[in-house]
């Protein structure tokens, strides 16, 4: 494998595996999964959601389904 097949793989890895954000949300669509605050936070988390939510994981939720707390 070339560097340039490795990067190339890389990038479509990458490209297939969203992680948070937009991106979830799209995923989550093409599951046919609600597209709620809750179900973002049980489908990011499967072992679990914090408890308490900390801040910083707080900021990852997309704005369009952010619930006040």
Do not use: C
């Given at each position: 494998?070339?560097?340039?097949?490795?990067?190339?793989?890389?990038?479509?890895?990458?490209?297939?595996?969203?992680?948070?954000?937009?991106?979830?949300l799209?995923?989550?669509?093409?599951?046919?999964?609600?597209?709620?605050?809750?179900?973002?936070?049980?489908?990011?988390?499967?072992?679990?959601?914090?408890?308490?939510?900390?801040?910083?994981?707080?900021?990852?939720?997309?704005?369009?389904?952010r619930?006040?707390?």
């Amino acid at each position: 494998m070339t560097k340039s097949d490795n990067e190339s793989s890389n990038e479509q890895v990458g490209s297939t595996r969203p992680t948070g954000g937009e991106p979830m949300l799209e995923l989550m669509k093409a599951q046919g999964l609600p597209l709620t605050q809750e179900q973002w936070l049980r489908f990011n988390y499967p072992e679990g959601v914090p408890d308490p939510l900390p801040a910083e994981l707080w900021a990852e939720i997309p704005p369009k389904i952010r619930e006040p707390f």
